[in-house]
C-alpha cells in the first residue's frame, strides 16, 4: 500500500513555543490531505482539509490561526501548532490521498504525532 | 450529513472467540465504508473496505463485514480472536462522490481478547 510518513513521533514543548508536524506521501503524489486530532480514548475529528497549493479547508471551531497548514507540495504538507498550550496537547494524525484506482476511494494515514505542551 | 455509530466502546473475547464489532451508519448519499485497527500511539491501518460490487468484505488478518444497506450498517466479523487482535477499532464513513476521502469516524472499540 501507499505510505505516508509523519514526523515527528512525539514532541514536548513549552507552552508559547510553536511546533510544526510534517506529512510525507513517500510513494505516490497526494493531492489533498487531512489533519485529524485524536483526544484519549476518543476518536479521530476531522480539523482541515488541504489541497496542493491552495489554501486549507477548516471545520467549524477549528482555530486556522492557530493551527496553520501548508500543503506546498504533492508530496508534504505541514501542520504548525502556533503559541501551544497544554490544552493542545493531543495525538495528530494526517492522512493523504491522490490520483489513480486507489486514490479516488482510500486516503493512507501517516503514524500519527503526540504532542505535549508543558 | 455523514455519521457513524459503534455500539459498544469495550468488547472482550476469549481467544479463539467470534469477535463481532458493530457499525451503523447514516449517510444522506451512497456511502463508502471502512475499518481502521489503531495500536497504541500509532496511525490507523485499514482493514478493509466497501465501495461498490460485492457486500461482504474480507480485509487483512481474517476480518470481514458486511454492508446491510437496509439495516445500515457494517459490522466487522473475525471467526477466532487472536491475542495479537487487541486493539483500538474504527468504523468510518466517507461519501462516494466528491471527497470520497474525508472519513467522518465512529467514537471507536477498544477489543480486549482475554487468555
Redesign the interface.
Known amino acids: 500500500?501507499a505510505v505516508?510518513s509523519?514526523h515527528p513521533?512525539?514532541v514536548i514543548c513549552k507552552s508559547g513555543t510553536s511546533v510544526k508536524i510534517e506529512c510525507r506521501s513517500l510513494d505516490f503524489q497526494a493531492t489533498?490531505m487531512?489533519w485529524y486530532r485524536q483526544f484519549p480514548?476518543?476518536?479521530?475529528?476531522?480539523m482541515a482539509?488541504s489541497n496542493e497549493g491552495s489554501k486549507a479547508t477548516y471545520e467549524q471551531g477549528v482555530e486556522k490561526d492557530k493551527f496553520l497548514i501548508n500543503h506546498a507540495s504533492l508530496t508534504l504538507s505541514t501542520l504548525t501548532v502556533t503559541s501551544a498550550h497544554p490544552e493542545d496537547s493531543s495525538?495528530y494524525?494526517c492522512?493523504a490521498?491522490g490520483t489513480g484506482a486507489r486514490?479516488?476511494?482510500?486516503?493512507?494515514?501517516?503514524?500519527?504525532t503526540?504532542l505535549t505542551v508543558v | 450529513a455523514q455519521s457513524v455509530t459503534q455500539l459498544g466502546s469495550h468488547v472482550s473475547v476469549s481467544e479463539g472467540a467470534l469477535v463481532l464489532l458493530r457499525c451503523n451508519y447514516s449517510s444522506s448519499v451512497p456511502p463508502y465504508l471502512f475499518w481502521y485497527v489503531q495500536y497504541p500511539n500509532q496511525g490507523l491501518q485499514l482493514l478493509l473496505k466497501y465501495t461498490t460490487g460485492a457486500t461482504l468484505v474480507k480485509g487483512i488478518n481474517g476480518f470481514e463485514a458486511e454492508f446491510k444497506k437496509s439495516e445500515t450498517s457494517f459490522h466487522l466479523t473475525k471467526p477466532s480472536a487472536h491475542m495479537s487482535d487487541a486493539a483500538e477499532y474504527f468504523c468510518a464513513v466517507s461519501k462516494a462522490s466528491g471527497s470520497a476521502r474525508q472519513l467522518t469516524f465512529g467514537s471507536g472499540t477498544q477489543l480486549t481478547v482475554l487468555p
Do not use: C, P
Request: net charge positive; proline share 0%; charged share 15%.
Open positions: 500500500g505516508v509523519q513521533s512525539r489533498t487531512f480514548k476518543q476518536s479521530l475529528m476531522l482539509t495525538f494524525i492522512s490521498s486514490g479516488d476511494t482510500e486516503a493512507f494515514f501517516g503514524q500519527g503526540r
